[in-house]
C-alpha cells in the first residue's frame, strides 16, 4: 500500500509515520521544510517538500497513494484563520479527486460539530463537510479533546502568578484531555485497517478530569501543590494572549474556543457519544513525566 502523510514529522505523524513504514508500507511525508528531508528518509520514507497552500504540489504529493493522512497544520500569522483552513480543505479535496483516492484519515477536533463559534475548530467543521461531499471516499475523522500539551502554556502563570487558569473552568467543570502519542495511535491503527466505510466519527481522549484536578497535578510538578486554578473573563484571556504576541485574528479564535468550552458547546456532542473507551496517557503521567521536566527547563 502507498499513504500520503501530511503534517511533516510532528508529534502525531511521526509515529504514524515510523508505523507504516515498519508494516512494508511505501510512505510520502509533506514537510514545508528542506531541512526535514534526511529525518523523514532516514525512517525509510520519501518527502515531499512543499506548501499545502499550494494547489499544484499537494496533487503531486497525493499522486499512486491508496490512503492519506490528513491534518491542517497551524498557521500562527493568519489574518483569516478559517479562510486559510479552507484554502487547504479545498487543495487536499481537489488532490483527493484528481488522485481518485478511496480512504482518508483525518485530524478533526472535538467541537467540530458545531460549525460556528468554536474558534479554529469551525475550519475543521468546513473541511468534515467538503469530504463528506466526495463521492467515493471513505473517511475516518478523528475527533481529539483538548491537548494536554496545551498545558505547558501554564508554566509561565504558575512561576511569575502561582495560578493556573483559562476563561473556562471551575470546581466541577470536567475536561477531556487527550495525548497525541494515544492520537498516533489510533490513525496508525485505522491507516493499517483500512476498514471503514463512507464517513465515521471517532472521539479520541485519554484522560477525563477537572480543572481543579489540572491544577493541583500541574502545581504539585512545578513544587507547588496549592496552585488553584483560576477563571478568566474572555477580555482578560484574549489580552493576555495579545500580551504574549499573539495577533488578533489568533487571539480572538483561542478565546472563542474557550468560551464554546465554557459554555459546554464545544464536548456537548463527546459526552453524548462517550464511549468510555480510554487512552493510556493519563494527567499523572503528563505532569510528571512532561509538565515538571519542561517546568525546570
Given at each position: 500500500m502507498k499513504y500520503t502523510i501530511t503534517g511533516s514529522l510532528g508529534h502525531i505523524s511521526k509515529p504514524i509515520v515510523e508505523g507504516l513504514v515498519k508494516a512494508g508500507h511505501e510512505v510520502t511525508v509533506i514537510t514545508s521544510k528542506p531541512?526535514?528531508?534526511?529525518?523523514?528518509?532516514?525512517?525509510?520514507?520519501?518527502a515531499a517538500i512543499g506548501d499545502v497552500a499550494d494547489q499544484a504540489f499537494v496533487e503531486a504529493a497525493f499522486a499512486g497513494a491508496d490512503a492519506v493522512y490528513l491534518m491542517i497544520p497551524p498557521k500562527s500569522d493568519v489574518t483569516d484563520w478559517r479562510g486559510h483552513m479552507n484554502q487547504v480543505a479545498d487543495n487536499y479535496i481537489g488532490a483527493i479527486r484528481a488522485n481518485d483516492i478511496r480512504f482518508a484519515v483525518v485530524l478533526s477536533s472535538i467541537g467540530a460539530h458545531?460549525?460556528?463559534?468554536?474558534g479554529p475548530v469551525d475550519g475543521l467543521y468546513d473541511?468534515?463537510?467538503?469530504?463528506?461531499?466526495?463521492?467515493?471516499?471513505s473517511a475516518k475523522i478523528l475527533r481529539p479533546s483538548y491537548f494536554f500539551y496545551n498545558l505547558f502554556a501554564m508554566i509561565p502563570m504558575i512561576k511569575h502568578m502561582g495560578i493556573t487558569g483559562s476563561n473556562f473552568g471551575g470546581p466541577a467543570f470536567k475536561l477531556a484531555l487527550v495525548h497525541t502519542n494515544d492520537i498516533a495511535a489510533v490513525a496508525l491503527q485505522e491507516?493499517?485497517?483500512?476498514?471503514?466505510?463512507g464517513h465515521q466519527i471517532r472521539y479520541i481522549v485519554s484522560?477525563?478530569?477537572?480543572?481543579?484536578?489540572?491544577?493541583?497535578?500541574?502545581?504539585?510538578?512545578?513544587?507547588?501543590?496549592?496552585?488553584?486554578w483560576v477563571v478568566f473573563t474572555d477580555e482578560q484571556q484574549k489580552g493576555g494572549m495579545l500580551q504574549a504576541g499573539l495577533n488578533e485574528e489568533v487571539a480572538s479564535n483561542y478565546t472563542a474556543m474557550g468560551e464554546a468550552l465554557r459554555t459546554g458547546k464545544m464536548q456537548e456532542?463527546?459526552?453524548a457519544n462517550r464511549t468510555g473507551q480510554l487512552g493510556k496517557v493519563k494527567l499523572a503521567d503528563f505532569a510528571q513525566n512532561e509538565f515538571a521536566p519542561a517546568f525546570q527547563a
Open positions: 531541512g526535514n528531508a534526511g529525518a523523514i528518509e532516514s525512517i525509510g520514507a520519501t458545531l460549525g460556528a463559534g468554536c473541511l468534515e463537510q467538503k469530504l463528506k461531499a466526495v463521492d467515493g471516499l491507516l493499517l485497517n483500512l476498514d471503514f466505510t484522560d477525563e478530569v477537572t480543572t481543579d484536578e489540572i491544577a493541583g497535578a500541574l502545581g504539585a510538578a512545578a513544587g507547588k501543590p496549592e496552585t488553584p456532542d463527546y459526552w
